[in-house]
């Protein structure tokens, strides 16, 4: 028990005892001050509800100045812009499914169901279903694989006339792709590497094995 | 003893190698040709020198690529499966530009 009682001890006793006082006096005078503020500036504000005045109580933050820029026509505060953002650390806790890049799978999305969006905002709205038609589209070169168009999951996001007839021909045969095309933006490249998943990830794509050539 | 002949003179062998395969320049893969008219693109052209002045021989050899030509059977579709060029950490990663863009090399 005795070395607790030593100087040093001692002095840290006296030292947090002092820190205590002075912050319970300084709350009891800070704080009757400032709830004498907020009521006069809701009084003040309360006057004031002019949606075209930049110092009118909308646009007024909780400490009671002028939120944002001032200007009616832009937001109110820095919150709404950063709201606005994309939160990488909210888009992690969501769990959606992430292809091998991080970014989102949206077959995956679909066929696991992990949401259901409405066709339209119209309760009576009958929605063609997804077309089951996979088309085999034969690689030019002989040691890559053939690529296997699926249409469902295009006609699950997308209507048939955002490809056809415009970067798609409608019919078997008629569209001369090529890989360099793709990649500088024609065909699958309008899409894929801009909002669908990249070109980069092949096998996504060439997924059924050409029969050796003799 | 024997081992010591042996890696004695795989050092000797390996010096000259070594001042031989540096600076090799442009390599053109011609082979398949038949294959990349069908695909529309031209043979491949590998710049030995630029890759030279990024990484050290021993990245990409003997492991990734034997130094011997004609030794690497290179097909796109290797390529696309992480092997040669495709390797994790080359051209199929972001420290590389990717694989579809074909013209880089296919010239």
Not at chain 1, 22 to 35: D, L, Q, R
Not at chain 2, 23 to 40: P, R
Request: glycine residues 8%; contains cysteine.
């Amino acid at each position: 028990m005795k070395r607790f009682y030593n100087a040093g001890f001692l002095s840290k006793i006296s030292l947090l005892i002092a820190i205590a006082f002075f912050v319970g006096y300084s709350i009891t005078i800070i704080v009757p001050a400032e709830a004498a503020k907020t009521t006069k500036s809701s009084k003040k504000a309360a006057q004031k509800i002019d949606p075209t005045d930049p110092s009118s109580i909308i646009y007024l933050d909780t400490a009671g100045k002028v939120a944002g820029k001032g200007d009616p026509d832009k937001p109110a505060s820095a919150a709404v812009k950063a709201g606005r953002g994309w939160h990488p650390r909210a888009m992690d806790d969501q769990r959606l499914p992430k292809d091998r890049y991080g970014l989102i799978d949206w077959v995956a999305l679909v066929k696991g169901k992990f949401i259901a969006p409405k066709p339209s905002l119209d309760p009576n709205f009958q929605e063609m279903p997804p077309l089951s038609l996979d088309v085999l589209i034969p690689a030019k070169g002989d040691f890559v694989d053939d690529v296997v168009y699926p249409h469902w999951i295009h006609t699950y996001w997308l209507k048939c006339d955002v490809c056809h007839p415009k970067i798609f021909i409608p019919a078997k045969g008629q569209n001369n792709m090529t890989m360099v095309g793709i990649a500088e933006g024609k065909w699958c490249g309008r899409c894929h590497g801009k909002v669908a998943f990249p070109l980069t990830d092949c096998s996504r794509c060439h997924v059924k094995p050409k029969k050796a050539k003799k | 003893m024997m081992a010591r002949i042996i890696l004695l003179s795989l050092l000797f062998l390996s010096l000259p190698a070594t001042t031989l395969f540096a600076g090799l320049g442009n390599m053109t893969f011609g082979d398949k040709s038949e294959s990349l008219k069908e695909a529309g693109v031209g043979p491949a052209i590998f710049p030995h020198d630029s890759h030279e002045q990024k990484v050290k021989c021993k990245v990409c050899h003997p492991t990734i690529f034997k130094e011997k030509r004609g030794a690497n059977d290179i097909t796109m579709k290797k390529n696309m499966e992480g092997q040669f060029c495709g390797s994790p950490n080359c051209h199929n990663s972001s420290q590389a530009f990717p694989l579809f863009q074909c013209k880089k090399c296919h010239r």
